[in-house]
């Protein structure tokens, strides 16, 4: 189930790297700050005994500053009314995965008790991080200190509900992990097995549709090099084998199934919002 938690907006140059407006604005068009739309699309698996949310969205401890400069569109109590329209609720969930802990995709994990505490957001969840993700986000390099916000996940420690994984790691049935390390150390895509289909949460590696094409990658990206190579193997793995992708910030486009094309790649199918 795709949980739309909200929609906001980063600088389209940031989001492409290297590539320049003309092109990138076709598909990714521009507001008048150079903003283009993203989204923030959780997932939400139950098989009947285990309710797993993979991603949080930016959750609800979010300023008038924060939001403004970010132009985000969510309710107060993003992932409670995403729940809600399932017929789920906060206290279901048992399993929590983040890909990495950067705002935009860990800022649910957390919320502002009555008291005015910081405390995680689901009360009966095992929350799952990469070890080197961990450590990046308690000592994040000056270039990536802006992204990594301890009151996302500083807590999770303490109320002993964090475990902690190593690289390409089984969390449950079905449900493992592939790390990768270009875009902030210790980003962990999530794959999914059912029956004869994969389907992988591709995260920041594959964040929008535009980025199937391999020169497209994002300014964000600590080592574009690394980013390059993880990217054409993983695309290579994913046409191979029909892979479905899920696109975490597409802001039209939920997931793709990808063959090799003469210069890249090509979608073949197509889920929209």
């Known amino acids: 189930m795709a949980l739309e938690t909200g929609d ?41 005994e285990q309710r ?6 930016m959750g609800d401890k979010l300023d008038g500053s924060f939001l403004k400069r970010f132009h985000i569109k969510q309710t107060s109590h993003p992932l409670k009314g995403a729940l809600d329209l399932f017929g789920y609720n906060i206290d279901d969930i048992t399993h929590v995965i983040l890909t990495h802990l950067h705002f935009d995709h860990a800022g649910g994990a957390t919320t ?7 405390t995680p957001t689901f009360p009966n969840a095992m929350y799952y991080v990469s070890t080197s993700n ?28 964090l475990r902690l994984l190593n690289e390409d ?32 949460f591709c995260s920041d590696l594959i964040p929008l ?8 990658i994002m300014g964000y990206d600590l080592n574009a090099v690394l980013t390059l190579e993880e990217k054409t ?17 597409d802001p039209n486009t939920v997931a793709i199934k990808i063959k090799k094309g003469k210069k890249y790649y090509d979608v073949i199918k197509e889920k929209l919002r």
Request: hydrophobic share 40%.
């Open 8 to 48: 906001f907006r980063l600088d389209g140059g940031a989001m492409m790297g290297s590539v320049p407006k003309v092109l990138w604005e076709i598909t990714n068009p521009a507001d008048e700050l150079n903003r283009i739309n993203l989204s923030l699309r959780c997932m939400l698996l139950d098989n009947g």
């Open 209 to 216: 549709r535009s980025h199937i094409q391999l020169p497209w």
């Open 52 to 57: 797993v949310l993979i991603e949080s969205g």
């Open 233 to 249: 193997h993983f695309l290579d793995q994913a046409a191979k084998n029909n892979w479905w992708l899920w696109l975490y910030h």
């Open 112 to 118: 502002i008790d009555s008291q005015g505490n910081i």
């Open 169 to 200: 790691e089984s969390i449950l049935k079905d449900i493992s992990t592939i790390m990768v390390h270009g875009h902030t150390n210790g980003q962990q895509l999530i794959r999914l097995d059912s029956g004869n289909e994969t389907l992988v």
């Open 134 to 161: 961990w450590e990046a986000g308690l000592y994040p390099s000056p270039r990536d200190s802006a992204s990594y916000l301890d009151i996302n996940y500083k807590c999770l420690e303490d109320s002993k509900q």
